[in-house]
Each structure stands twice: as structure tokens, then as C-alpha cells.
């Protein structure tokens, strides 16, 4: 089976979604209709960290939730 890989301009040429709900900036290790590895470059501001638990931020679940849905698409 081929192993693939897309850049942001692959995965925006394929999903509608645009920052700031984009959720993955990369797809690695793409073996089709089997599995795939989205890939997310997490920075110190990024927006959801500013009300989510801002002594101790962390990702939402729905944003991971989300991430998964768009590296499945």
C-alpha cells in the first residue's frame, strides 16, 4: 500500500475549514481507507487556551474530537 503524506495546502485543497478551526496542520502516514496521523502544531496563544482553564490550559476535547473528524476527511 502506498503511504502518503499532505501539507496545510493539500489539506485545505480537500476540507473547507479554515483557521481558526482548522485543526491540523499536516497528515502524515496516510495509508488510505486504513489509517492516518494528523499532525498539529500547538502554540502558547492559541485562542481556545484563553478562557479553558487559563492557569493550566489544555486542548478542549471537542477541538480534539474535531482534529480527529478533519484528519479522517
Given at each position: 500500500?502506498?503511504?502518503k503524506?499532505?501539507?496545510?495546502?493539500?489539506?485545505?485543497?480537500?476540507?473547507?475549514?479554515?483557521?481558526?478551526?482548522?485543526?491540523?496542520?499536516?497528515?502524515?502516514?496516510?495509508?488510505?481507507?486504513?489509517?492516518?496521523?494528523?499532525?498539529?502544531?500547538?502554540?502558547?496563544?492559541?485562542?481556545?487556551?484563553?478562557?479553558?482553564?487559563?492557569?493550566?490550559?489544555?486542548?478542549?476535547?471537542?477541538?480534539?474530537?474535531e482534529?480527529?473528524?478533519?484528519?479522517?476527511?
Open positions: 500500500m502506498e503511504n503524506e499532505l501539507n496545510l495546502a493539500g489539506i485545505k485543497k480537500l476540507i473547507p475549514h479554515r483557521e481558526p478551526m482548522l485543526m491540523i496542520d499536516k497528515v502524515t502516514s496516510i495509508i488510505p481507507f486504513i489509517s492516518a496521523t494528523g499532525v498539529k502544531k500547538i502554540k502558547r496563544n492559541e485562542h481556545f487556551f484563553k478562557g479553558h482553564f487559563p492557569s493550566r490550559p489544555i486542548t478542549p476535547g471537542i477541538f480534539i474530537i482534529a480527529l473528524a478533519q484528519t479522517a476527511s
